[in-house]
């Protein structure tokens, strides 16, 4: 039976806020006993029956939509990509960077990922919380045997006992069954069910964050790995310069000062390169770390910019699919299902509660004469409790159930809106910073030229050291800039998969859950 059968989220809180402002009243007498007839008849489940949040009503995730092809740059990783809207995703996405060593340090890690592995046993546990719940639906039977030796005063009954000492031994079998009139048991195993159907999608999430991160980690090391080849490269034309300014000065044809500046313009760069090998040294740490590793056991795969490869054609999921699609999403929602639920338990909890119970037996004072005739005894029992005064406390405890899923769905709205805005943030990033390597590779380019011109001139002894000086650090800085827009490509891809979702729902590489240990059937 639903109170009210609420449509939606809204229609839910609705009515939340209805019972709040009605304080939970209770029923009048008559009217009460008409309504437990009627729910013993019809065996309804109180409280509210939950119904998936509808998707956003929108047809987009930016304002004035989203170009379908960003623009181009004539160097690796400047291809244009396009983006398909509806294609699906791949559940191995990050295969489609081209990248063996990426292959090889993914599988590795999702073998030995502790943090993986975590979430999987906290599924098995909420998995096995739920199983164990539905056992309340089945009557309990328990078997118990007692031996007692006795011993009585002798003037117990008033004259000597025969004999004062005796013993007495019982068996018996004791069944238990408590009827779900009002859906206290089933609510309380959907709230289970949907705790576990949580749980998974947490897996799921972390399954998401973990491969993301790898591939975040490996363009970023890819990345640091070609700044630090540019800055060598930068250090190795500086120091040509130097050479050259240093004959110059042996012919009489600069000052001091010109090679003391350009010793100080070397120095500087070479300051550059520690912080980028410490970071590079750490980014590998990270990726031991994700891949399950101590940092003195790191993995052996590297990665440069120019092994990957970047995907030209991208999914871009349709709205009314991401919610469908986003694990962090879907485990909003079991929460919110979850906290449906404990409001029919709490409800539940104000009404009658049936018991049922039976005892078979024997009683016997000799032992081989336990199962002999005349032995046996049993008894049927059956109660109804009504809880009466509690102090307010199952009250305000159904009080405390609604404002837990006002809680609940304010959280998926949230998440909902956070995951809309992951996705916008992507696509922007996705088109505005392959514009940035475009306008990266012009500038790197215009300041390569300018060097070698001021180098030829300045061989002549046809220009002012400064013009040298700034055409050395004007192409210092578009180098550097090109390398990391062209790894920011590779970093704005693998967001966008990770903010679609991540194709978990195409995964091949699920093994089937363990067999479980074993348990006698009947427990």
Known sequence: MA???????????????????????????????????????????????????????????????????????????????RLISGRDIPGEWWRLFGSPPLKSLMEDALRNNPD?????????????????????????????????????????????ADPSIFNVYTGQVSVAYTPDVFGLTRRTVESLDAQADA?????????????????????????????????????????????????????????????????????????????????????????????????????????????????????????????????DIRAAEANLQSASAQVGVAIANRLPNITLSANDGSLAFRLAELFSPGTGFWALAGSVAQPIFR????????LAAWAAFDQAAAQYRSTVTTAFQNVADALTALRTDAVALQKAVVAERATARSLTIARRRLELGDINYLLLLNAQQAYQQALISLVQAQANRYADTAALFQALGGGWWNREDVAPPPPPPFLPVFQ
């Open 3 to 81: 109170g009210g059968a609420p449509r939606n989220v809204v229609a839910l809180t609705a009515r939340s806020r209805a019972v709040r402002r009605g304080r939970a009243t209770q029923v009048a007498p008559a009217r009460g006993l008409t309504v437990i007839v009627t729910m013993l008849l019809a065996g309804c489940a109180v409280g509210p029956e939950f119904v998936p949040p509808p998707a956003p009503d929108v047809s987009g995730y930016e304002r004035g939509g989203t170009p379908t092809t960003t623009a181009s740059a004539n160097v690796a990783g400047g291809a244009a990509q």
């Open 391 to 398: 102090g307010g406390a199952l009250m305000h405890r159904e």
């Open 116 to 160: 993986l592995q975590a979430a999987q046993a906290a599924l098995r546990v909420a998995r096995e919380n739920a199983a164990a719940g539905v056992g309340a639906f089945f009557p309990t039977a328990d078997a118990s045997f007692s031996a007692v030796r006795q011993k009585v005063p002798s003037d117990f009954f008033g004259e000597p």
């Open 199 to 327: 749980q998974r999608f947490a897996l799921e999430a972390t399954y998401l964050t973990l491969t993301s991160n790898i591939v975040v980690a490996a363009v970023q090391e890819a990345s640091l790995r070609g700044q630090i080849a540019a800055t060598q490269r930068i250090i190795k034309i500086e120091r040509d310069v130097l050479d050259l300014l240093k004959r110059q000065q042996g012919l009489g044809q600069i000052a001091e000062a010109d090679v003391a500046a350009q010793e100080a313009a070397l120095a500087q760069v070479e300051q550059t390169l520690p912080p980028l090998q410490r970071q590079l040294g750490q980014q590998r740490h990270l990726l031991a770390a994700l891949s399950g590793r101590l940092p003195s056991n790191e993995p052996t795969e590297t990665f440069v910019l120019a092994a990957l490869h970047l995907p030209r054609d991208l999914p871009l999921s349709l709205p009314s699919n991401l919610v469908r699609q986003r694990p």
